[in-house]
């Protein structure tokens, strides 16, 4: 049962595992009385669940099997003891599916959904609850787009509700905490996994199974979150939001990934551009690096029109301009910290807001 503090909204979730929207959302559960039993006013906050492990179910507590997005974000809510003592916590479903399907419908609705629930003035703070293996992916789209100022936190498990110490529960109650806590304004989009807070730029998933999985190798993390408190490391960089209008619909223009490797041949470039990509991110060797067949495939592609980013495969570093590949000449930007999955929806973003030339491209790489 949910605490008495916690006013909970529920969705049908649709066959495709998508909410059709505000006319199905079914009765609410209790009315919140918005102060904490010291009697301070707790901060409003919107749970979106979108799927993933965080609410995935195994028919066994210790089998390695599970399904992502079985439980709902009410169930979520329901399995954190004390979570109503740090908000007014309301909950939407937005979806409910595992992360490797994630999709720009999905995240047209979440931009929608968090939009208007600011607009209304409906919450504070909101927590997206998501599977990991994108997360990062929504996250740094999310931050892209969104106008506000208002702490919005997306946030997974490793393990699924069933498991024998499951994740999920701590996560979504620090998630909680920090989209209400008033240090987090003003920072834009956020990840909190495992007690610790990441900006959207840098944090990736660098383990398949480890709890301590997310991290932020070249920026390191925003700061830390525990039961006691919330601690950023540095002050919020102030910069204007949004930086992209969102799309009108979905999906956004093709651009592909292209991952290098040792006797890489032209084939799969030649088919990207074939199959009507407008833009290519090449996860490149080293420095963003890749074989001279595939750079001369590339150089064609960029001459044709499309947007072409150099990236790399290498999980750390910079990927910088004209160092072993003369971008200068061959008509490609470099996407510098950016990985290869963050580069494509940054290029994504810059076509469905008009870009055509490769030096804006180059320009929004480098914006932090
Ligand atoms: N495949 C799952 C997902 O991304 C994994 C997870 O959530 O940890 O939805």
Redesign the pocket.
Same mark, same amino acid.
Not at 51 to 54: A, H, S, V
Not at 131 to 135: E, F, I, V
């Given at each position: 049962m949910l605490g008495r503090s916690i006013l909970v909204l529920t969705l049908i979730v649709g066959a495709a595992g998508l909410v059709c929207g505000p006319a199905h959302r079914l009765a609410l559960a209790q009315e919140s009385s918005g102060a904490r039993s010291d009697g301070k006013k707790l901060p409003r906050v919107l749970v979106l669940a979108t799927?993933? #492990?965080?609410a995935?179910k195994a028919s066994d507590t210790s089998a390695i099997g599970y399904t992502?997005?079985q439980v709902t974000g009410e169930d979520l809510i329901a399995a954190v003891p004390g979570i109503e003592e740090l908000a007014t916590l309301s909950t939407d479903q937005i979806s409910n599916i595992? /992360?490797?399907d994630m999709n720009d419908e999905v995240w047209l609705k979440l931009h929608a959904r968090i939009t208007k629930a600011f607009e209304d003035d409906e919450a504070d703070g909101i927590v997206v609850t998501h599977? #990991?293996? #994108?997360?990062e992916e929504t996250a740094f789209f999310l931050e892209q787009v969104l106008p506000t100022d208002k702490p919005v936190v997306v946030v997974? /498990?490793?393990r699924p509700s069933t498991a024998i110490s499951a994740d999920g529960p701590a996560n979504l109650y620090d998630a909680v905490k920090v989209a209400g806590h008033p240090d987090s304004q003003g920072r834009g989009v956020l990840v909190v996994m495992n007690d610790v807070i990441h900006e959207t730029r840098d944090v990736t998933k660098t383990n398949t199974t480890s709890l301590q999985t997310f991290r932020s190798p070249n920026a390191g993390p925003a700061g830390y979150v525990d039961p006691a408190s919330v601690q950023f490391i540095h002050r919020a960089a102030e910069y204007p939001r949004p930086r992209f209008e969102v799309p009108a619909k979905a999906p956004m223009s093709r651009v592909d990934i292209i991952y290098s490797h040792s006797n890489m041949t032209a084939d799969l470039a030649n088919a990207s551009v074939k199959g009507g990509a407008k833009g290519i991110v090449l996860a490149g060797v080293g420095d963003g690096n890749t074989s001279e067949v595939v750079l001369d495939a590339l150089a064609k592609a960029a001459k044709k029109g499309v947007l072409v980013v150099r990236s790399t495969r290498v999980g750390r570093g910079f990927t910088k301009r004209n160092a072993e590949v003369d971008d200068d000449k061959m008509g490609f930007a470099a996407s510098l910290d950016l990985s290869p999955q963050k580069s494509r929806i940054l290029l994504q973003l810059q076509i469905a807001n008009g870009v055509t030339d490769i030096e804006t491209v180059q320009e929004g790489m480098a914006l932090r």
């Open positions: 799927g993933g #492990t965080i995935g992502a997005g595992g /992360s490797q599977g #990991t293996d #994108t997360l997974g /498990s490793m």
